[in-house]
């Protein structure tokens, strides 16, 4: 299995201001994910990160608020922009592939709190 | 809306007996489910899937029912032990071809074994 991780692991922020998570993986992967928990929630899957094009986001997110790049197979970021508490959760990237496609691994996790 | 639901919050159990936990989803185009464990500070581990051409599949203590007309499948651990105390996410995809995309989370049923 791939070993992921995750840069902050938590972080305490201000209102109005933004966060850039990071997701490294010990290997190239074909796919990549963003999800969030808020808590006492389920996890929600916010966009699939795309290597060398936009991400693909899922309803309810948009690029402006959670811009992701990924520039190659083992790398990508997630920014949570114009950060409010209601978006204090916890932010996990996944992966799957390149040899087995029917599990997802993820990472540790970054833990958000907004003041 | 929910599409996959986890109606027990929490379960408790003595060590070296049965724990069962359930799962029930409301989409007929899932066609692959997982179940993940979760530690506190930690992210998901992945534990054991069905496809849905299966009704069970066992890997050692855990072994995974799923009931397709119910839209029900269900967690068995057994025996019990105290280091399966956790938190666990049943989660379901839908045919997207080779990968599993994005998966559908509940939100999750704490697991206590105690001694």
């Known amino acids: 299995s791939a070993v992921i991780s995750q840069k902050p692991s938590r972080d305490i922020c201000q209102r109005g201001t933004s966060l850039t998570i990071q997701c490294q993986v010990d290997?190239?992967?074909?796919?990549m994910f963003w999800y969030r928990q808020q808590p006492g929630q389920s996890l929600t899957l916010i966009a699939t990160a795309n290597q060398g094009s936009e991400a693909t986001y899922e309803s309810g997110f948009v690029i402006d608020k959670f811009p992701i790049s990924r520039p190659n197979l083992t790398f990508s970021t997630l920014t949570v922009s114009n950060m409010s508490p209601e978006d204090s959760s916890i932010y996990l990237c996944?992966?799957?592939?390149?040899?087995?496609?029917?599990?997802?691994?993820f990472g540790p996790g970054t833990r958000l709190t907004v003041l | 809306d929910q599409q996959v639901k986890q109606n027990s919050p929490s379960l408790s159990v003595q060590e070296g007996r049965i724990s069962i936990l359930n799962c029930d989803y409301t989409?007929?185009?899932?066609?692959?489910f997982l179940w993940y464990k979760k530690y506190p500070a930690e992210g998901p581990t992945f534990l054991i899937s069905?496809?849905?051409?299966?009704d069970k599949n066992e890997d050692g203590r855990f072994t995974v029912f799923l009931n397709k007309s119910a839209k029900h499948l269900s967690l068995h651990i057994v025996p019990s032990q105290p280091g399966d105390s956790a938190v666990y996410f049943c989660?379901?995809?839908?045919?997207?071809?080779?990968?599993?995309?994005?998966?559908?989370f509940g939100r999750g049923t704490q697991l206590t074994v105690w001694p």
């Open positions: 290997s190239q992967v074909t796919m």
């Open positions: 989409n007929s185009m899932f066609d692959y």
């Open positions: 069905i496809s849905s051409i299966k």
């Open positions: 996944s992966v799957e592939g390149p040899v087995v496609y029917n599990e997802q691994f």
């Open positions: 989660a379901a995809s839908s045919d997207r071809g080779s990968t599993l995309g994005r998966l559908y």
